[in-house]
């Protein structure tokens, strides 16, 4: 759970109880309830920094940002070391750049991606002065406070599945998409 400093409870019992008792109503609610607080508010509390956790825990928490965990890949799945999506520092602007370098390395099936989400924690290759160092994560806008898709970004519905239609399944792809 989100810690109390930025509006959780900080009482991991309660949210296992909250979470459980979501699943004898909608598994779909449970699923982005999962995606909001575990996977996307846990992995910016977890891997971001304080300014990470000041900047965007609260907004988190009080349901003001929904996000994504976008880390599966179309062609390698939950491979992580395998994973294709770049991020590439440009020092004379202090900025990251993502793209997806093939059709097969879009990010595949990501929770809250089609719909709600505004901002993912992205999985990628991190390339400083063209030398590779490993999968980081980055916290990346896709789309603006309208809910419209920002420059470089598509996104498409996974579309009908069978079940947890609920979910917002989407498909993200990154065209020099900058990341300060």
């Known amino acids: ?22 699943a004898f109503g909608d598994l779909s609610l ?8 575990g996977l996307w508010g846990g992995a910016v509390q977890h891997l971001g920094t304080t300014r990470h956790h000041e ?24 491979d992580v070391q395998q994973l294709q999506t770049i991020a590439t520092y440009d020092p004379d602007a202090q900025e990251f750049v993502i793209d997806t370098p093939t059709d ?18 992205v999985f990628c ?15 990346a806008a896709h789309r603006d406070q309208r809910g419209e898709l920002l420059d470089g970004v598509r996104i498409e519905d996974c579309g009908e599945k069978m079940g947890l239609n609920g979910v917002d399944n989407g498909s993200i792809w990154f065209d020099r998409v900058r990341v300060p």
């Not at 965007?56 to 349901?63: C, E, F, M, N, R």
């Not at 030398?131 to 980055?138: I, K, N, T």
């Open 30 to 37: 449970l699923v982005k309830f999962g995606v909001q607080f």
């Open 104 to 121: 097969e390395d879009h990010k595949e099936y990501i929770g809250n991606a089609a719909c709600d989400g505004h901002m993912a924690v």
């Open 55 to 78: 900047r965007y825990l609260g907004a988190i928490a009080s349901l003001e940002l929904p996000g994504c965990f976008a880390m599966t890949e179309a062609g390698h799945g939950s």
């Open 125 to 139: 290759q991190l390339v400083v002065a063209g030398e590779q160092h490993g999968v980081h994560a980055l916290i």
């Open 1 to 22: 759970p989100i810690s109390p400093e930025y509006g959780g409870r900080g009482d991991p019992a309660g949210n296992v109880a909250a979470f459980e008792t979501l």
